[in-house]
């Protein structure tokens, strides 16, 4: 069975630094997508970036860009020049890309922005 | 904006009674979740569905019941709930553009079992 673990329950960055969470997953599938979902105190759930395993190039997105490791299982969350609305529950998801759609989540950093 | 709706947004009920949760969409889309979300656990899967009358269960499947009559509906229910029960619930569609495989979500309902 697929499992996504995300390790860091909290993290803080100074605003307009650069922080990077983590997220590790595990598959025997070859293909499949890897995502990064946004929870503000609004609970309203955003996608932030999302990348294809298939693809070497790493997705970037404006501030936002990840680090995928595929050999690793990693995938890992940057946020460079970090501002205060980035404070929010980070999510890391997993699905396949064939077959059935269940869709995978860790279990969450929150992330602080320190003014 | 998906056009995903929860109802009820909020409820308070007893243990023992019976609650149903809706989600509707306004986009046909195909693939539809219900997961929930604790404290420490993120987001777990409690049941999917793959289209009318097709349902498969998730991790935390047990105490939930799941149906699908139509398309553009997916019903989640507790047929008694229980303390353990009380949680953020979230329902989900698989949608955006051919082959982007992006998840949507509703707004989330807050249920407490007292």
């Known amino acids: 069975a697929q499992t996504v673990t995300q390790s860091q329950p909290e993290m803080s960055v100074q605003e307009a630094e650069t922080v990077t969470l983590s997220c590790t997953y595990d598959t025997s599938e070859s293909d499949y997508y890897l995502f990064w979902y946004k929870q503000p105190p609004s609970r309203q759930m955003i996608l932030v970036i999302r990348q294809e395993a298939y693809k070497q190039q790493n997705a970037t997105e404006n501030r936002f860009s990840v680090n995928f490791q595929k050999a690793a299982k990693s995938f890992s969350l940057k946020i460079s020049d970090s501002q205060l609305g980035d404070a929010a529950m980070y999510f890391c998801a997993y699905s396949r890309t064939s077959g059935t759609y269940k869709y995978i989540f860790g279990t969450g950093t929150r992330l602080k922005v320190l003014a | ?114």
């Open chain 2, 1 to 114: 904006d998906a056009g995903i709706t929860q109802s009820p947004r909020h409820k308070v009920t007893e243990t023992g009674t019976p609650v149903t949760l809706r989600c509707h969409q306004t986009e046909n889309h195909r693939y539809m979740y219900w997961y929930r979300q604790d404290p420490g656990h993120g987001l777990r899967l409690i049941h999917y569905s793959y289209g009318v009358k097709d349902t498969d269960k998730g991790e935390v499947s047990d105490g939930y019941s799941v149906s699908r009559s139509k398309t553009e509906d997916f019903l989640l229910t507790l047929e008694s709930a229980t303390s353990s029960q009380t949680s953020v619930y979230f329902c989900a569609i698989r949608g955006g553009a051919e082959g982007t495989g992006e998840l949507f979500f509703g707004e989330g309902s807050r249920l407490t079992v007292l």
